[in-house]
Every structure is written in C-alpha cells, then in structure tokens.
C-alpha cells in the first residue's frame, strides 16, 4: 500500500526568496517518486522524478528535490522564486503497476512581487 | 500535434444528455488513463487501459463509459450525469510495464453538468 502526504496546502513566498514544498510518502516498495506542476487551465507537467539513482533530483525551471528514506520525504526546492511558478504542485508515489500512483492533495504556490 | 491532446476543452451538458470526451496521444506509449480532478480533492484515477487490458476504478459510477479502441485512443463516454460529475478530467498516457515511468497528461476537459 501506498499513499503521500503534502504538509501544506498553501504556501506563500516572495518573488526572489526560496521555495519549500513538503511531502512525505508511504510505501511497501521501493518507491518512485514524482513532482508535477499544474498551471491553472492546464493538465500536469512532470518537473522532477526520483528513481532510485542519485538522490538528490534536479528537475526542470531550477527545480530540485531529495530523497530522504530515513525520514520517508521527498521535499521540493528552488533557491529563488519566479512569479511564472505560481501554480499548483503535486507529489506523486508510484508502485510497480500502472494502476499504482497515488497523487497528494496538492499544494498551491502564491508568488508575491 | 504532439504529446496528449484531449477535445473538447470544455463541455457543458444537461443531465440528460449523451456526450463522449476523446484523448489522442503521440508518444507511442502503450497504457492509457482516465482522471477526475474536483475542487479540494486529490486526483481520482477512474480507469486504466494497459496492453489492450482495462483495470478500472470500482467506485467510478456506470455512467462513464471508457472504450479504447487501439494504443493512441481513447473515449470516454458519458450519459445521465449528475452535477457532482462537474470537474476537470484528464487523460494521461505511459510506456507500460514495469518501473518507474512517469505519466504524460493532456490539458484536460472541463466538464460542467447542469
């Protein structure tokens, strides 16, 4: 079974400043993992994925993340907000079936100017 | 056209009528899926096709209809829907198997029932 935790529904940060999004996963494999990001009127755009190589995942537009296993996190990060990345961001946890990807609530980026 | 392209963009209908959404990609992949996204919900995964094998969603209501005619197609057919059906879905489509591959979304349809 498995399931991912976003921590924060909403996040808030001023253009320039860095990024921190939370998610935390659950699960009974060796986990792949995924951020996507969803501007408003459009589908999900893969940013990032973590697939059991080098831990630390560095993904489109300045975007990285890093797999910690012994705190089961997957946390996103951008040293310095863009207005352009204020959206939607969803973590992803996916097991070795096709019907296996379970997809956090979502957190909503807001960049301030 | 290139990647996942999904019509119409937008759809509204009565409870009473028939309408069907189309899905179409161009990546080769071989598994497609149907997604409902509501408002202050996370993503529902409604139904899978792999390898020409359809896994569904048990608690998707009879009223969606999926059909997946080959690998770069797929439909799926609505009728007698319920205001609560209003959402955004979206069609994804992946290389099937084993592994970590990621899905590839469309722009979705935003499906508005009266």
């Known amino acids: 079974a498995q399931s991912v935790t976003q921590l924060d529904s909403h996040v808030s940060v001023s253009e320039g400043t860095p990024v921190l999004l939370r998610c935390n996963y659950s699960s009974s494999y060796s986990p792949s993992l995924f951020w996507y990001v969803q501007h408003p009127n459009k589908g999900l755009q893969l940013l990032l994925k973590y697939t059991s190589a080098a831990t630390l995942v560095k993904g489109i537009n300045g975007f990285e993340a890093e797999f910690k296993k012994s705190e089961t996190s997957f946390h996103l990060t951008k040293p310095s907000a863009h207005m352009s990345d204020a959206a939607e961001y969803f973590c992803?946890?996916?097991?070795?079936?096709?019907?296996?990807?379970?997809f956090g609530a979502g957190t909503r980026l807001t960049v301030k100017p | 056209e290139t990647g996942v392209t999904q019509t119409p963009r937008h759809l509204v209908m009565g409870m009473t009528n028939k309408k069907s959404l189309k899905c179409e990609q161009h990546l080769g992949h071989n598994a497609m899926y149907w997604y409902k996204q509501s408002a202050k919900k996370p993503l529902e995964l409604m139904f899978v096709y792999s390898l020409e094998e359809r896994v569904e969603n048990n608690s998707v209501p009879s009223r969606f209809s999926p059909e997946c005619p080959n690998s770069s197609h797929l439909f799926l057919h609505l009728h007698t829907l319920q205001p609560e059906d209003s959402a955004l879905y979206l069609c994804a489509s992946s290389q099937a198997g084993q592994g970590y591959n990621e899905q590839f979304f469309g722009p979705g349809t935003r499906l508005t029932v009266l």
């Open positions: 992803v946890v996916k097991g070795p079936n096709n019907n296996d990807m379970r």
